[in-house]
């Protein structure tokens, strides 16, 4: 698959060198190579030695956050080197010598488009889709499809920031990741801030990757969706009933693994997102 458009793959690190590697090795391998690589590693553990025997034509930039400032910081480190696109993974995706190709091909005919990603699958069951892209609802809660729509490029509201091409001229309309988030909601936001900016967001089915979704933190889930609500003016009616869904679904769920169902931490979120308070959580 030919194309014009150039790219820079963004590896976000955190205190795992193998995985770092393994990613770095698939890049190495894409049919489409990259332009540049930038591993940020938000963990402040990584040397350039680790990265030697792992070679790429581009080379390999290595740019340390030991104090952690979070997926949407680390993604905004390629903020003046980037090329035409900018391929972001984190350091436990898993993905085929092809991805690049199909995403970048795909976004270089399609100049509506400032995002596109790939059908996500769970590493320890390759047969089920954990994200086919995404929901945001009226209530500004974001769900994951979990059923891909046909085997054609389609729009959604928002992709998973596990593996996510972003055209960086779409991130420059944006002014780029908002790092208020620190981690969660920053893909949610960053795809509604384009749609406002006339720019669709796209799953493509034919791009395959994979990824073991992790658990999120009630207190951080529902700060992120509540500063979220404030910045889309979502009414407050529909946000309350929204999180309140959230909460008792994750309450649920943590009572019957015998635990705390979290609500203090869940009101501690709200809290702190009512006010405006974003970042790197305090303890």
Known sequence: MTTELTYTA??????????????IDQLAAQTLAPS??????????LQYDALDAHTLDSGIE????????????????????????????????????????T????????????????????????????????????GGRATHLVVARGTEPYPVDWVDGAVVLYRRDALQAVDWLDERYFLYFEDVDTAWRM??????????????????????????????????????????????????????????AEILRRRPPGLGDAWRGWRDGRRGIGGTPSP
Do not use: C, K
């Open 62 to 101: 290595l740019v340390s956050r030991p104090d952690n400032p979070g997926y949407g910081a680390a993604v905004n480190e390629a903020r003046h080197t980037a090329t035409d696109a900018v391929l972001v993974l984190t350091h436990d995706a898993v993905f085929g010598s092809e991805l690049a190709a």
């Open 103 to 138: 995403l970048v091909g795909t976004l270089a005919t399609r100049t509506d488009a400032g995002a596109i990603a790939p059908v996500l699958r769970w590493v320890s069951a390759p047969d089920r889709i954990f994200s086919a892209g995404g929901v945001l609802t009226r």
């Open 195 to 252: 749609s406002r900016a006339g720019l669709s967001t796209l799953v493509a089915p034919a791009a395959q990757a994979r990824q073991e979704p992790g658990s999120h933190p009630i207190r951080l889930g529902i700060r992120n969706m509540t500063l979220f609500a404030r910045r889309a003016h979502i009414p407050f009616p529909l946000h309350v009933l929204a999180v309140a869904r959230r909460v008792g679904e994750h309450a649920a």
């Open 36 to 45: 540049h690589v930038l591993v940020v590693d938000n963990g402040g553990t």
């Open 10 to 23: 963004v590896v976000i690190a955190y205190r795992d060198i193998a995985l770092v590697q393994r990613v």
